[in-house]
C-alpha cells in the first residue's frame, strides 16, 4: 500500500541553521503531498503542499518540491528561528476520498 | 472561519467505560475525517463522512466504536468498553473537496486506567 517515511528525529538545530528534513513515499499513482506541523500543545496545521509533480509548495520561509523521478518531497528552510521547533509531518492523499497517510513525525528542536 | 473544534480535549476513563467524543467541523465543509494518533507516531486514519454518510471505515475501527454525523454537521465518535490500548490522541479534520486542504481540530487526549 502507500507510504510515507521520513527521517527519525529530534533533529537539533542551532539557529538561523539550514533545516533539510527528507521524505519519501510509495505510491500507485501520483498523490498530493502535504507537510503539516505540530506545534507544542497545539494541533495539526497544513504547511506546505504540492499537488503535481514538480510543483514547490512554500510558506514561512519552508520550501519542498514534489520529486516524481525520486519519490521524495524533502522540507527545507534556510534559516531557522526557535519557533521552529515542532513536530513536522510529511503525507499524502493516496485516495479518491481524501485520506491522508502520514509519516512517523520528525521533532526539530532549534537552540538559540 | 472559527476552525474545527473538538470536545472534550482531555479525558481520563477507566477500563470498561464508554466515552463519547464530539467534532465540530468548519460550517461548509461536507467532509469530516477521524484519525487516531499515538506517541511519537503520525495520524492513522479511522473513518471519513462525506454529508451524513459514513463512506469508509479503517480496519483499526473495532466494533467497540462508533461513528455518527447526524445532518452532516458535527459528528461523534464513541468507543464502547475501553481498552488501555484505545489511550491515544483522536484528531478529527474536515474539508470542502478531496483537493482542498484538511484542517484538523485540536484533539482530545484519552487516557484509560
Known amino acids: 500500500g502507500d507510504s510515507v517515511t521520513q527521517m527519525e528525529g529530534p533533529v537539533t538545530l542551532s539557529e538561523e541553521a539550514f533545516l533539510t528534513i527528507n521524505c519519501t513515499y510509495t505510491?500507485?499513482?501520483?498523490?498530493?503531498l502535504f507537510w503539516y506541523v505540530q506545534y507544542p500543545g497545539e494541533g495539526l496545521q497544513l504547511l506546505l503542499k504540492?499537488?503535481?509533480?514538480?510543483d514547490k509548495g512554500s510558506n514561512k520561509g519552508f520550501e519542498a518540491t514534489y520529486r516524481k523521478e525520486t519519490t521524495s518531497f524533502h522540507l527545507e528552510k534556510g534559516s531557522v528561528q526557535v519557533s521552529d521547533s515542532a513536530v513536522y509531518f510529511c503525507?499524502?492523499?493516496?485516495?479518491?476520498?481524501?485520506?491522508?497517510?502520514f509519516g512517523a513525525g520528525t521533532q526539530v528542536v532549534v537552540t538559540p | 472561519d472559527t476552525g474545527v473544534s473538538q470536545d472534550p480535549r482531555h479525558k481520563i476513563t477507566k477500563r470498561g467505560q464508554n466515552v463519547t467524543f464530539r467534532c465540530d467541523p468548519i460550517?461548509?465543509?461536507?467532509?469530516l475525517y477521524w484519525y487516531r494518533q499515538t506517541l511519537g507516531q503520525g495520524p492513522e486514519f479511522l473513518t471519513y463522512?462525506?454529508?451524513?454518510?459514513?463512506?469508509?471505515k479503517s480496519r483499526l475501527l473495532s466494533d467497540r466504536f462508533s461513528a455518527e454525523r447526524p445532518k452532516g454537521s458535527f459528528s461523534t465518535l464513541e468507543i464502547q468498553r475501553t481498552e488501555q490500548g484505545d489511550s491515544a490522541m483522536y484528531l478529527c479534520?474536515?474539508?470542502?473537496?478531496?483537493?482542498?486542504?484538511?484542517?484538523f481540530g485540536p484533539g482530545t487526549r484519552l487516557l484509560v486506567l
Open positions: 479534520a474536515s474539508s470542502r473537496t478531496r483537493e482542498e486542504t484538511q484542517y
Open positions: 505510491a500507485t499513482g501520483y498523490p498530493s
Open positions: 504540492a499537488t503535481k509533480a514538480d
Open positions: 503525507a499524502l492523499i493516496y485516495d479518491s476520498w481524501g485520506k491522508l497517510q
Open positions: 460550517s461548509e465543509h461536507n467532509r
Open positions: 463522512f462525506q454529508n451524513e454518510a459514513q463512506l469508509e
